[in-house]
């Protein structure tokens, strides 16, 4: 599915070197104002987690629409590259970073299917879908979490060479989203808490 999303993505854009990569803007958009979780982490914080956004879009594109009715390039992002920033919170604040040279007990592992950012005059869409799981980075097993997102948000472009704000609530709330998903799990939690108390 990644692979298909990347191939749509520079087909639409006829490479990524051809098109603007658009920039952050100055104040980075803090629409979750925070990913701790009450309770979370007195079960979480002693589990040595790892980040992998490898199957994650590395580039998305922000398409244009307009007068013609045809879509253009209007611009490109680092999807991963804000992926793997908030879900970097994620880990600091709940659970622990795993130390240089030691073992991971656990992997977040995000997976994007679906990324769609279009323009129409200054209001753009974005609409996104990710899989979020949590595995053991060791062995083949099943997922201790494993859950796909749907996400869409809307905002105004009033900069047309930054990254769009609805990215950032699309991004920042399946993170949230996440959190919150596995806070009310108990078979969950019970599982994560085991592996800290080895």
């Keep these: 599915m990644r692979s298909l999303c990347v191939i749509g993505i520079l087909a ?6 051809s098109v603007g990569e658009l920039v952050e803007p100055k104040d980075i958009p803090a629409l979750v104002t925070s990913y701790r979780i009450a309770g979370l982490g007195a079960r979480t914080g002693d589990v040595a987690t790892m980040l992998d956004v490898d199957e994650c879009t590395e580039y998305a594109i922000l398409s244009s629409v307009g007068l013609s009715g045809v879509p253009s390039v209007a611009g490109h992002f680092p999807v991963r ?12 604040g709940n659970f622990r970073t795993v130390m240089p040279e030691e073992e991971p007990k656990l992997e977040v592992r995000i997976t994007s299917n679906r990324m769609s950012v279009s323009r129409s005059w200054s209001r753009v869409k974005a609409s996104m879908s990710f899989e979020v799981q949590l595995v053991d980075p060791e062995h083949n097993r099943r997922p201790y979490f494993r859950k796909t997102y749907q996400l869409s948000s809307e905002s105004i472009q009033r900069r047309k060479d930054e990254v769009p704000i609805c990215v950032y609530s699309c991004i920042q709330n399946l993170a949230r989203n996440f959190l919150e998903d596995i ?4 078979l969950v939690l019970a599982r994560l808490r085991a592996l800290g108390g080895d």
């Design 183 to 186: 806070s009310k799990d108990s």
């Design 81 to 92: 590259q804000l992926v793997a920033r908030e879900f970097q919170k994620v880990v600091v």
């Design 12 to 17: 639409l854009a006829g490479g990524c070197a």
